[in-house]
Nanobody, 124 residues
């Protein structure tokens, strides 16, 4: 069983930055592909970014490329999402997720474990 706890959300003005963290429990963190997703009110949960277990490969949704960076510290069992140049349309609850043995995983249904989410609000 893997538990995920997100932190770092908050209120920021458009153009600002936030860094989200997702701390995990359990063993062999480096064996898990990790992902970030977000869900705005009234919308489906959407893919943001994913990183393989070793941290050597990443993949982003098109609208996040160049603004968001996913990274991980396997020694700390933590994955991060650095978000720059934030826009009001980035407002959502952001979730991290984990999949054992995965490579780069973009489908919501493929992830085994989810955090509770952290709210990000970008004001105009």
């Amino acid at each position: 069983q893997v538990q995920l706890v997100e932190s770092g959300g908050g209120l920021v003005q458009a153009g600002g930055s936030l860094r989200l963290s997702c701390a995990t429990s359990g063993r062999a963190f480096s064996n898990y592909a990790m992902g970030w997703f977000r869900q705005a009110p009234g919308k489906e949960r959407e893919f943001v970014a994913t990183i393989r277990g070793s941290g050597g490969n990443t993949y982003y949704a098109d609208s996040m490329k160049g603004r968001f960076t996913i990274s991980r510290d396997n020694a700390k069992n933590t994955v991060y999402l650095q978000m720059n140049s934030l826009k009001p349309e980035d407002t959502a609850v952001y979730y991290c997720a984990a999949k054992s043995g995965g490579y780069l995983v973009i489908r919501t249904s493929d992830y085994e474990y989810w955090g509770q989410g952290t709210q990000v609000t970008v004001s105009s």
